[in-house]
């Protein structure tokens, strides 16, 4: 399996931005697609955007005009771009890539936002 990292995650306050990273341990150019999930205490993981191996993304509709994803196939990472954050954008985000390897995760960084 594919090794991945996010790094980014914070405490931020209402109105705030965060930039995610998820950087794989091998090729993403193989990838049929990266994502961020994120799952807040007491609920369900849910998918928040996924970017797939042609470009085409797609958003939650709670995070459609606040977040962007992107990715690098040269640094082998994927970016998470969270703008005008909410608090109940509170969670543990995690990096997914689906390839022909098969299904990998990453371990998860925290964003919280809080006044």
């Known amino acids: 399996q594919v090794q991945l990292v996010e790094s980014g995650g914070g405490l931020v306050q209402p109105g705030g931005s965060l930039r995610l990273s998820c950087t794989a341990s091998q090729s993403i150019v193989s990838a049929y697609a990266m994502g961020w999930y994120r799952q807040a205490p007491g609920k369900q993981r849910e998918l928040v955007a996924n970017i797939n191996w042609i470009g085409v993304t797609n958003y939650a509709d709670s995070v459609k005009g606040r977040f962007t994803i992107s990715k690098d196939n040269t640094k082998s990472t994927v970016y998470l771009q969270m703008n005008n954050l909410k608090p109940e954008d509170t969670a543990l985000y995690y990096c997914?890539?689906?390839?022909?390897?098969?299904?990998?995760w990453g371990q998860g960084t925290q964003v919280s936002v809080s006044s």
């Open positions: 997914n890539l689906l390839d022909p390897r098969g299904n990998s």
